[in-house]
């Protein structure tokens, strides 16, 4: 079975605080995602990396930075989070040409 | 661009009833279809999918059929378990085919 998991289930932190939210996948995964879900919004996703190194921005990329230094691990940093971050942020992979993702737990981020 | 429209909730049902949640589509050509389905405190995780036109995909009971006539992927169930309960989401992959594009979700409440 296919394993993502990410670094926290819950996270509180305080305005201006630099956060890192990791993720980690065992299937050898060419893709991973970021994505931050929200009542009423449903998914949009922050950014995305298709090879170590690599990244590209999705459709709400403003405020957060990422880093892909190894294939199975692609992290999430917000580099002074702000209260509008307050959300659930859910990590994705799949494989390259794939079209299936396989999702982690999410971590549900407060931002005060 | 590509986007995919779901059904508000929440859909409260007692146990047994049928389940309908629709979802519409816009897209170029005819893309894969997928429902994904989030039980509480859980990431998402793939429900069923269609890759072609006409094609019925179906996991759990749950069924979905890709219409291309009506542009239409809607999921149903015959005889809905209180297990059942959880937010179900559209998506189809984006002309890149490397990023998913998602509705808002649906919440799907199920009383005994």
């Known amino acids: 079975d296919v394993k993502v998991t990410q670094s926290s289930r819950y996270l509180v932190k305080r305005t201006g605080e630099k956060v890192f939210l990791e993720c980690v996948q065992d299937?050898?995964?060419?893709?991973m995602f970021w994505y931050r879900q929200d009542p009423g919004l449903g998914l949009r996703l922050i950014y995305f990396s298709y090879d170590v190194k690599m990244k590209e921005k999705g459709d709400i990329p403003e405020g957060y930075s990422v880093s892909r230094e190894k294939k199975e691990r692609f992290s999430l940093i917000l580099e002074s989070a702000s209260t509008n971050q307050t959300s659930m942020y859910l990590c994705a992979s799949g494989r390259d040409g794939g079209e299936t993702q396989y999702f982690g737990p999410g971590t549900r981020l407060l931002v005060l | 661009g590509d986007s995919v429209t779901q059904m508000e909730g929440p859909v409260t049902l007692s146990e047994e009833a049928f389940l309908t949640i629709n979802c519409t589509y816009t897209a170029t050509g005819y893309p894969s279809l997928f429902w994904y389905v989030q039980y509480p405190g859980e990431g998402l995780q793939l429900l069923l999918k269609?890759?072609?036109?006409?094609d019925k995909g179906s996991n759990k009971g749950f069924e979905a059929t890709y219409r291309k006539e009506t542009t239409s992927f809607h999921l149903e169930k015959g005889s809905v378990q209180v297990s059942d309960s959880a937010v179900y989401f559209c998506?189809?992959?984006?002309?890149?085919?490397?990023?998913?594009?998602f509705g808002t979700g649906t919440r799907l409440l199920v009383s005994p």
């Open positions: 269609a890759t072609k036109a006409d």
């Open positions: 299937m050898d995964h060419e893709n």
């Open positions: 998506a189809l992959p984006n002309t890149g085919f490397q990023k998913l594009v």
